[in-house]
Nanobody
Framework: QVQLVESGGGLVQPGGSLRLSCAAS????????MGWYRQVPGKQRELVAS???????NYADSVKGRFTISRDNAKNTVYLQMNSLEPKDTAVYYC???????????????WGQGTQVTVSS
């Protein structure tokens, strides 16, 4: 069984910072691309940032220059450092990972439970 466990959400004032963490655990052979998505009520879930095993990154235009994604491959953990937060960043943030549970078996997507980020004064 594979789990993604997130932490680090909360309430922050505009201009503030938060750091999200997500650790994958369980029966894992290896972890491929990892990423963060976010969703607000009534809207589709959107990609915030993603990172490959080789640390190549991709960001949504709305967060470029403010958010930084990183990962620790030894710990199967991905991080999202969020700076200069704005009220429009308010959402539930979900961790995502492409996980191989066994050599020769196709990988599948796993999702965390979501963590609320609220940016408000």
């Amino acid at each position: 069984q594979v789990q993604l466990v997130e932490s680090g959400g909360g309430l922050v004032q505009p201009g503030g910072s938060l750091r999200l963490s997500c650790a994958a655990s369980g029966s894992i052979f290896t972890v491929g691309v990892m990423g963060w998505y976010r969703q607000v009520p009534g809207k589709q879930r959107e990609l915030v940032a993603s990172i490959t095993v080789g640390h190549s990154t991709n960001y949504a235009d709305s967060v470029k220059g403010r958010f930084t994604i990183s990962r620790d491959n030894a710990k199967n953990t991905v991080y999202l450092q969020m700076n200069s937060l704005e009220p429009k960043d308010t959402a539930v943030y979900y961790c995502n990972a492409l996980i191989y549970i066994r050599l020769g078996v196709l990988p599948r997507d796993y999702w965390g439970q979501g963590t609320q980020v609220t940016v408000s004064s």
